[in-house]
T-cell receptor, first 115, second 108 residues
């Protein structure tokens, strides 16, 4: 397996525009996590899915953020409208069986810059 | 929400030195993981500790889980430049949350 694949690797957009980040988890993994990483706040859990169903979205900062997982092999994180403070590296991770004694495999991240 | 505090935030040492970094919380965790992240990459798992008091060794890295399963430490012996990176701890409870990390630089 090629691992967790995220696209794009880099995204630069203007304030107010819609941004969609994409993630392909490792085949067979039933958990998918979206994280955001900044120098100030570290790695923050935004939302996670189990078997394509959102379980906990309490980390999603605002209604401008939404995430979907239409099938086991694809997830999106959308920001609409984007703001400069959304600039960060967004990571997708997947695991088999949750986070108890299992490894979360991370993608390479999408570096988002909102100007 | 379980909060994990890591210390120190930054650490710069010379090759060959020993070091210890810490991960502390007021919450009890079912398990705790340590990840290392290199620039431009996602975190990669180093170890998972499950039992209170557990000690695991990975070559020059020694990981310890506190007896009460609230804290952990990572000790590196004879650090090498290849050990440079961001070391993150993650606690498993209601979900999995990460500490802010210790950014380690090992100078040749």
């Amino acid at each position: 397996d090629a691992g967790v694949i995220q696209s794009p690797r880099h995204e630069v957009t203007e304030m107010g525009q819609e941004v969609t980040l994409r993630c392909k988890p490792i085949s067979g993994h039933d958990y998918l996590f979206w994280y955001r990483q900044t120098m100030m706040r570290g790695l923050e859990l935004l939302i996670y899915f189990n078997n394509n169903v959102p379980i906990d979205d309490s980390g999603m900062p605002e209604d401008r953020f939404s995430a979907k997982m239409p099938n086991a092999s694809f997830s999106t994180l959308k920001i609409q409208p984007s703001e400069p403070r959304d600039s960060a590296v967004y990571f997708c991770a997947s695991s088999q069986g949750g986070w108890m004694n299992t490894e979360a495999f991370f993608g390479q991240g999408t570096r988002l810059t909102v100007v | 929400t379980q909060l994990l505090e890591q210390s120190p935030q930054f650490l710069s040492i010379q090759e060959g030195e020993n070091l210890t970094v810490y991960c502390n919380s007021s919450s009890v965790f079912s398990s705790l993981q340590w990840y290392r992240q290199e620039p431009g990459e996602g975190p990669v798992l180093l170890v998972t500790v499950v039992t209170g008091g557990e000690v695991k060794k990975l070559k020059r890295l020694t990981f310890q889980f506190g007896d009460a399963r609230k804290d952990s430490s990572l000790h590196i012996t004879a650090a090498q430049p290849g050990d440079t990176g961001l070391y993150l701890c993650a606690g498993a409870g209601d979900d999995m949350r990460f500490g802010a990390g210790t950014r380690l630089t090992v100078k040749p």
